[in-house]
């Protein structure tokens, strides 16, 4: 065992003692985009105990270019990311255990999620997650890892609850990148700059190195070849809502309520349930083959091409609606199909 964490091992500062510590550790990720992958696989790789992973899309070919976990086969298949990255995580270190959910996490999953986490690592694209992700990491003192990632440049920010500033408390001050939509793409480079950035970070805290850890926000573009830290500790506001004197964690007051979305630079529509609701597939299979069009499907999801949009339902009442990016349409063409 201690063989294939050798050259881990032999670096100083993690040693046996901080191997036996990775190997009793629980890292969360939120999301298994590109930097879901990247950070995924080198923390399996390096021996981490438990990984839960949490995402609420599919594998599409787009995806291949930087998500290194997936191949085509995923792609083909529109195998769940979570699902497809759980079983190549297992193939590469089966003495991991590794948790995945197919699903759009809310501030209630979050928390039922975080049971025994000693890492959040944040692999998300927008910002309505990540302050989510602020706000429920201050109040269970867990430190996570913000990662963010467009175009050529990246940017990455270790917040530990009760030391560092919060992502709430730099939002007055600091551009934090990434906050809009994004249609210039993104090149591979730039997301594993980010991936190691935060995996480092991650080694640090899971093995108790914590006087090695950046204290500044880091950015880089790779094209332009420009690199710059900022240094963000005399940020901290105490009046923060989220990890001030007196904290209300606005991003966990969750309303029970069909929330719409727009997937940034996707052209793509998600509608979520009131509820998490269990979908059974096969009725809705049977169902959609009456109406004509193209049905697909596998375990977890089923995949309906009619005219020029596509609907992907999911077990848990989700609709992604392909091809549409204005939501009051996107909400007609469920109802026109679902009734
Ligand atoms: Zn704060």
Known sequence: MLERYSRQILFDPIGEKGQEALSQKH??????GALGTGNAEILARAGVGQITIADRDYVEESNLQ????????HALNHV????????????????????????????EDMEQLLNG???????TDNFDIRFM???????????????????SYGLSYTIIPGKTPCLNCLLQTIPLGGATCDTVGVIAPAVHMVVAYQTAEALKVL???HDSLRHKLVYFDLWKN??????????????????????????LSYHNQTKTTVLCGRDTVQIRPPQKVNRNLDELVHFLNRKGGKVEHNPFLVSYSYNDNRMVFFKDGRVLIHGISDIKEAKKLYHQILG
Do not use: F
């Open 80 to 107: 769940p990311k979570a699902i497809a990255a759980k079983n190549r995580l297992q193939e590469i270190n089966s003495s991991v255990e590794i948790d995945a959910h197919i699903m759009d996490v809310t501030p």
């Open 117 to 123: 986490v000693d890492l959040i690592i944040d692999a």
């Open 133 to 151: 992700i602020n706000d429920v990491a201050e109040k269970h003192r867990i430190p996570w890892i913000y990662g963010g990632c467009v175009s």
């Open 27 to 32: 890292v969360l990720i939120i999301g298994a």
């Open 207 to 209: 093995t108790d190195n």
């Open 226 to 251: 420009e690199q710059s830290s900022i240094d963000v500790s005399q940020m901290k506001q105490d009046d923060c809502a989220s990890c001030g004197q007196h904290p209300t964690y606005p991003y």
């Open 66 to 73: 930087r998500q290194q976990l997936y191949t085509e086969q």
